[in-house]
């Protein structure tokens, strides 16, 4: 142990995952730092318990809302492939793997002002069904309870992936007297013949030139019998076609349903952030409390990163690579190797 080692604090673990660059590891901390020792480090980790809703405590005041926000769901995996002992981790699907992998599933919940085209993470819950019984849809039930009552979010719609988009969540959003606007997956069993055919296949429907353009109302199997929805057929590239739904029957243009489906990949790039900037998959510590100690404190780092980005006019990536920058100034300024020649 280090002389004099002192005490770890949450903002000395947040400074040292925005100051690194490449890794997040407990020792690599203890081996930069005068003050920490690994043990202190592991320590503070062990103790705090950081909560999802620190983070909306950090973020609220920087959220502009509109009447016309979005509000998004969807889930990331810090990947865990090469770890076999770690708590929370389980076998489970990955977009970017593109299958099932070794990973911490986080689900996440992001708000999106179209007017300003900014997004702040808001809400987010650990994956963990061994835990507290809980699926994913659970915790998306859960965080837009909690925007509507405990949040009071001014929204008005909820985008989310196709694994999301079941009868339960769809009718729910609509109960809270919200909109939401969803992909279906191929499979997914539909009537746009008003009971005269069987349900078929979303992925056959037959579409004419008016539908194609303006949607058409059908029925998904399984919802309540008079229950309608708008579905639009979005073609993405050659090789995907997106089959979208929506209870705002109003809607009639493909064209702006495919723009608000759009929205949705903001949350693809928190997810991305977070895993490159502030290494959320990086800790390698076993115990469930440090794992999520972690992760809290990575996602509250990106909270600081994309602040800091907006007050600046400037990219996260661009900030935190400036580190960087600064180091090789210092370099070429005085070197703590000189270069000499033979």
Known sequence: MKPNSQPVTRIDYCQYLLSSQINYTLTYFAEHSEKFSHDAVNRYLAGDQIRPRLVWENVK????????????????????????KIELVRRQYSGNAHGLIKGIGVVTCVYVNPNLDQF???????????G???????????????????KQLQFRTVLMDTWYATKDAMLYIEQLGKVYCCPLK??????????AAPYRRVDSLDWTRAERKH???????????????????????TQRTDYVVTNDLAQNDTQATQQACGVRWKIEQFHRETKQLTGLEGCQCRKARIVRNHIGCAILVWVRLKQVAQETEQTVYKLK??????????????????MILA
């Open 61 to 84: 005041d920087q959220v502009v809302q509109t009447p016309e926000g979005y509000v998004i769901f969807d889930d990331t995996v810090a990947d865990k492939n090469h770890s076999f």
């Open 120 to 130: 702040w993470i808001i809400d987010y819950r650990i994956y963990d069904p061994d």
């Open 132 to 150: 507290d019984g809980k699926t994913k849809l659970d915790h998306v039930h859960d965080m837009l309870t909690n925007c509507v009552y405990q």
């Open 186 to 195: 191929d499979n997914r069993q539909v009537d746009d013949s008003v009971g």
């Open 215 to 237: 949607g058409k109302v059908i029925k998904i199997k399984g919802f309540p019998k008079d229950h309608k929805v708008k579905l639009f057929r979005v073609v993405l590239s």
């Open 321 to 338: 690579r400036g580190l960087l920058s600064d180091y090789m100034r210092q370099q070429l300024k005085s070197p703590t190797i000189s």
